[in-house]
């Protein structure tokens, strides 16, 4: 029998895209698909791919603490609330938004307000055993162990798995995280600069230096790493995201060095693929997937290395991961619902 | 155990997106994967989102001939050759190209060759014991009962799909089909027109009104329906593709009429989705799918139909639907391996 | 000294487009650059393009009337009562809304509500001495002599353009018009159907059989030809639009009978570029200038005509048309200011 | 009288682009458009919005010297050549490859080649007086004084832009350059990668660390900066550059310091626009144009700089920059032709 899936803020991509994913798995079934400023409107009205009758529902916490699993893809304010809620009910919660990806003071740092329940805030070490960061590839135990938890934001994501397994091997301070993305990453609401007249054929930086993501990444980085300098982009693509790192190496780390630890953390990850170093991942080759392609170069006039990551901002940057996460907390099978290959061309 | 497919001219974007559907098939293996010009190459370096260390194959017809099923993904002048062969030999064939779409004579008129095998054109109603046209909601039984399937050309498969269930209820000589496609629909190869600087934010006809196309269309509609003006129309995205179909409705016909006739040629079909008239079709609602979405909208000032559908042109309007005609002829159920839902947005 | 412009609505796409020519046109001056929503913005905070100190400024009927030309970016409801306040003034007119471009009784067909000051129709033959329909190829001298112009929509300048000189060779009832256009023919404002994730690798039609253009093609195709099927489409680019235009040939018309009527309308005019039968127009062609490519091809087998017109929708189907109607007004050369060449690649 | 100039290879996006440009300039005539491999075609035939009966012409040596100036827009292996011939026979010619562009030895080091005339290689400081590289904003009265100018890549126009000013104010060896650019830039030669349905949709950086461009930014940077790590990205748009640049301040540089250098710099040039900090250069606000659109923000934290330059790679990076230097060559006012404002949306 199905587990039942609960799916708050099913009105934005991330929740649509779960809506997507869970039609394709065979053990989870979309019980509750909740969203509070579109209650009986057809899900079909927004998303023209998900066809059928189904409207959306409200938001009921009761209901949804009696189900397996719930999905948070609200506004991290919203999350903050409910993802309590349903965590003190004992119900396993992942939480898109970043209401637990930081400690207390780290979500105060980044986002302005005090953080109303530090016990659950996956930053602080103090609290791992409830609460855990969900990113598979480095936290799998602790997500297993958890009943909530915080799925990282999409740039993240991408940085984390280019620069994770190099964190023993790079120069503190020096790291620099380029990155790029697609507009669905901007959310589904109407706004100016994401208008198609705007967008297209335009490029831009935006929210430097002080992008949230910024305090995401450095607080997930392993070691001691330091300040990191992020600049995102959007990017005229409706998908995708790309992620370029740069990092000075330590003395004597060799190129061979660089690629043993990329595979040492990946080859037995069924969703991070290494590609040779020269060859470049694109973020078409996982388009609607959750994958991740990465590689790295090394380049001894610098010194530095240049890893580029590429992943589906709405599949391992969002709704991808947190099925992954899904199924970990339920005990399936890691993969089961998320084996789609990138759609190309 | 999985029955074992054969992909010929696996190296075009049709021969592609086969693999990438199979792969997700539970009951189908690709046991050869040929591209006569690309033998040894990884099927990685063409197609990055397909991983792993698999390389194209050469045709083989005597190994083709000993699998479950082949699938032809080669221009018309090598399916003639090699679609017969196989035919001959008994393996079931479904074939991308235009080699068996039509009658010998149609094919002479279209084509400008004359067909090496009358006996396997499916345009010719004398031979369809032997090869089925290979539309499954209009010729689903013949397709159960062939060895041979001409599978449909994209615009041929969008514009039948919208006109042929109001086939009695038009004028003949008064249908126009303007369609609309994708890149990808015009093939890999490296052409100065398919620059993605020239295709960005550009848009042109082509190849009217003596599109090969055209003859397709009019062999496979229903009934004498006369002559089609047929224009094709490259639109600057890489899938998708869009028939606006429009026909002097007969005296009398009721816009009731209309929509009931859609109504009963699709309500039990799984692909095809009827929307309500005054609703559009996306072609990126079924990006990715081998769904079609169509519509219909009459007009009592001019007393036309204006009948619009929307499929994925490598989906329902080649892959896809190659994939469920080899469901038919392996006697599968024809959603198998199928049932992926539109990647929107 | 140069001549002062008033541009009213210049926070929307095609009064910005109308700065963006004024900059580079040699006889004239932006003297007023209002936007009643927008008093104070730096016009570059919503141009980038447009660089600069300049804020826009209210709407002041006064201060316009006292400008030797205003045009008119605004909807059509705020047009009705400007236009005819200027005009009363004495003050030169070009307005690219609807609001005058039917006669009285077919402004309330299409727009629904009735028309304020009928004198004031360009559509109703009794008043062409107020006031002109701003399509200068045919009807040029009219221009000169009003002092009201009825700048025409973008859908029916490239449609008229197209089908206008084979009026008298094709069938009445017969005429069939598939239109595709980029997303800045729908405006500035942010809507859901126009963000870019929705867009981008997107086509659908919209508004079919009763867009409101349909009644401005009909009114000012000369001759009686009766209802006319329109169909317009939304294309993934932020420029240009595409007419393919369908009507049956009247007996005995031949293919050289369409091509020296295209001719004979187009080989002395500046804008129109009639490309060969067989080369299809590319809206990349003519983007960011006042150009229109078309070409005409005939079909035997069905009697029919197929003539594609390509325009930038910004352009010669809104500012650049409006800017050509202001010089013709004004007394000053036809292309002034308008003989940028398109932008391509 | 119209200063007559030659272009060579013509039927490239850079060629093509000039003759956009220099059909709106009101001094300068195209004399010469060759293309060998083109010769005879119509220009139209290749860039459908350069209409009329021109064909391409052959090179002709002495015919190209026996004009007021010549662009070249040829493989740096044929302007090597015909760089020198011109001249040496006292021809003023603008070089858009990187054949003068490096020292002799730089030359060699990036692209493999013995120079064949190090005296005329602009990267040597003892060779100024004859050669000049082709920055006006940095370089005005070299070029004014030399007969060869080495016009800069694309890629180190925007990188030089953004990072010359600053060049005192930052610590040697800390330069990051993440640059992103439009297909065009790749030029027009067909090429898989370039196909539409492989760039749409798609993100991707390639050629780092040891792109060609390296080299040159590192060159033409003042002072002694060190190494600089460089990654080009190839972003599905068909026009625009945008380079954003990291560099650590040196200690006690203030973020006032740095704005007081890019206004130093940039107040008096008529093409590079300095936005406010905080507000980020978009690449379609100079689409079309020569300008350029920078901005910098400062990092308390990481102690970095983040500069973002924005241009049109065929303008300013290519075609536009060469007009700016044939109005220098030829003394004219530097603007000349060169006003237009970018084409937005």
């Known amino acids: 029998m199905a587990h039942r899936l609960g799916i708050v803020g099913a009105s934005g991509y991330g929740g649509a895209e779960l809506l997507r994913l869970v039609a394709a798995h065979p053990a989870l079934e979309a019980a509750v698909v909740a969203a509070n400023a579109q209650v009986g409107t057809p899900v079909a009205a927004l998303f023209p791919n998900l066809a059928g009758e189904r409207v959306f529902d409200a938001i009921d916490v009761d209901r949804l603490a009696g189900l397996d699993a719930v999905v948070l893809a609200t506004p991290h304010a919203v999350a903050l609330d409910l993802g309590a809620r349903l ?21 105060t740092t980044w986002y302005g307000d005090e953080h109303p329940r530090p016990d659950l805030a996956a930053g602080d070490d103090r609290h791992l055993d409830a609460v ?3 990113l598979p590839e ?4 602790a997500i297993r162990a958890a009943r909530l938890v915080a799925n990282p934001g999409c740039y993240p994501t991408a ?10 091997l790079v120069v503190p301070g020096t790291i620099v995280v380029d990155a790029k993305s697609g507009t669905s990453g901007a959310g589904r609401a109407a706004q100016d600069h994401l208008h198609f007249a705007h967008v297209h054929g335009d490029l831009a930086a935006y929210g430097a230096p002080t992008h949230r993501h910024t305090g995401e990444i450095e607080r997930w980085l392993p070691g001691e790493l330091g300040p ?12 995708g995201l790309l992620a370029t790192c740069y990092a000075t190496l330590a003395d004597g780390v060799s190129a061979a060095a660089v690629q043993d630890a990329l595979r040492a953390a990946y080859d037995a990850e069924p969703f991070v693929h290494v590609l040779p170093s020269g060859t470049f ?3 078409k080759a996982v388009a609607g997937s959750n994958g991740c ?12 290395v240049v890893v580029t990551a590429a992943i589906d901002n709405l599949g391992k940057g969002a709704a991808g991961q947190a099925l992954q996460n899904v199924n970990l907390l339920l005990g399936l099978e890691e ?8 759609v190309y061309p």
Chains 1, 2, 3, 4 share one sequence.
């Not at 480095?138 to 135990?141: E, L, P, Q, T």
């Not at 993969?335 to 990138?342: F, K, Q, R, S, Y």
């Open 132 to 134: 855990a960061y969900g």
């Open 335 to 342: 993969t089961t619902g998320l084996t789609a290959i990138g």
């Open 138 to 141: 480095f936290h799998r135990d």
């Open 159 to 168: 940085s984390l798995l280019a620069l994770a397994p190099l964190a023993a």
């Open 281 to 283: 991942p694109h973020t």
């Open 228 to 239: 990191v300098s992020f600049t995102p982009h959007l990017v005229p693509m409706s998908r």
């Open 293 to 304: 392609q990465l590689s790295a170069v090394t380049d001894e006039r610098t010194g530095r």
């Open 87 to 107: 965590h003190d009910a004992g119900t396993p919660v992942v939480d898109l938004s970043a209401a637990f990806r930081l400690s207390a003071d780290g979500f």
